[in-house]
């Protein structure tokens, strides 16, 4: 599986930004999807994920209320949809793919290059 994230950019604080991965290959439905980040200086972290049907999601307790994944298998692609965003979510934001739902971040196998969100205060 072949990972393209994109939608990254500057906003302010308290705006919302959508970030889409875009995957190639026949097999994306059979993948559980997630979203990391990593802020600068700090290690990369889980933000999301969502199964194979999309059916279930996690979130992590910092973005829980404020950000949204979803997935469409027709078009191959994951979403995260954030609102009301703070400048701690300043962060490269990276789609990765898994067999599994989970949000340990050692266990995708698959990752897209990083968009890049800034947010100003």
């Known amino acids: 599986v072949q990972l393209q994230a994109s939608g990254g950019g500057l906003v302010q604080a308290g705006d919302s930004l959508r970030l889409s991965c875009a995957a190639s290959?026949?097999?994306?439905?059979?993948?559980?999807m997630g979203w990391f980040r990593q802020a600068p200086g700090k290690e990369r972290e889980f933000v999301a994920a969502i199964d194979w049907s999309g059916s279930i999601t996690r979130y992590a307790d910092s973005v829980k209320g404020r950000f949204t994944i979803s997935r469409d298998n027709t078009k191959n692609t994951v979403n995260l949809q954030m609102n009301s965003l703070k400048p701690e979510d300043t962060a490269v934001y990276y789609c990765?793919?898994?067999?599994?739902?989970?949000?340990?971040?050692?266990?995708?196998?698959?990752w897209g290059q990083g968009t890049l969100v800034t947010v100003s205060s």
């Open positions: 290959g026949r097999t994306f439905s059979s993948y559980a």
């Open positions: 990765a793919a898994n067999r599994r739902l989970t949000v340990v971040l050692a266990a995708y196998d698959y």
